[in-house]
């Protein structure tokens, strides 16, 4: 089956510094990939639509400079949470759909801790 | 943003017995998924149902969707210790944006 895999799982960072996470899909292309956040106990939150070769389109109230998303090639799309703060702190999951198909596959999640 | 609402938000029951949790939604949709997560991992998807279908099965699992009263339900049948996880039901618009219920979470006990 199609597999996402997501890096780092884990990361803990001082504040100010940015984070960069990466989503890739390792056997399909990934023409949208979609970030999630999700706080402890809590559902899935969505940011942002990353679509190949094109800028993200972000949800409301999500600050488009604080969390940069890049998505360069079919297979990988990039999370860059900057100057993080320790509100940032949270849960991040990435999901990639897969051309034909309706079901997304997601990432196995960041658990981002901001000092 | 977050349309769907599932019921209960927890769950615990016996192994072996069957697990039902509830979604609503507000919108019209594609389709509705169901998900599970592990603690602290990602999403597994479970079982899709399109707006046109009324019930699927998939093993153990049985889903229903209601597209008048914007419901669905997911029914785990001869529960193990296994499907001990959080369950997550989400609509799919036509623009392919999915929208996460709250979750049930569902603890088997052995």
């Known amino acids: 089956g199609a597999v996402v895999s997501q890096h780092p799982s884990r990361v803990i960072c001082k504040s100010g510094t940015s984070v960069k996470i990466e989503c890739r899909s390792l056997?399909?292309?990934?023409?949208?990939m979609f970030w999630y956040r999700q706080f402890p106990k809590q559902s899935l939150m969505l940011m942002a639509t990353s679509n190949e070769g094109s800028k993200a389109t972000y949800e409301q109230g999500v600050e488009k400079d604080k969390f940069l998303i890049n998505h360069a090639s079919l297979t990988l799309s990039t999370l860059t949470v900057t100057s993080a703060h320790p509100e940032d702190s949270s849960f991040y999951i990435c999901s990639a759909k897969d051309r034909g198909q309706e079901k997304l596959f997601f990432g196995s999640g960041t658990q981002l801790s901001v000092l | 943003s977050q349309q769907g609402e599932e019921d209960p938000q927890a769950l615990s029951i016996q192994e072996g017995e069957n697990a039902t949790m509830n979604c609503s939604y507000k919108t019209s949709i594609n389709n509705l998924q169901w998900y599970r997560q592990n603690s602290g991992r990602g999403l597994v998807h479970l079982i899709l149902?399109?707006?046109?279908?009324r019930e699927k099965h998939s093993g153990r699992l049985r889903v229903t969707l209601d597209t008048s009263k914007k419901s669905s339900s997911l029914l785990i049948t001869a529960s193990r210790a296994a499907d001990t996880a959080s369950y997550f039901c989400a609509t799919v618009r036509w623009d392919y944006k999915l929208s996460f219920g709250a979750g049930t979470t569902v603890t088997v006990r052995a």
């Open positions: 056997d399909f292309q990934a023409t949208t």
């Open positions: 149902i399109r707006s046109n279908e």
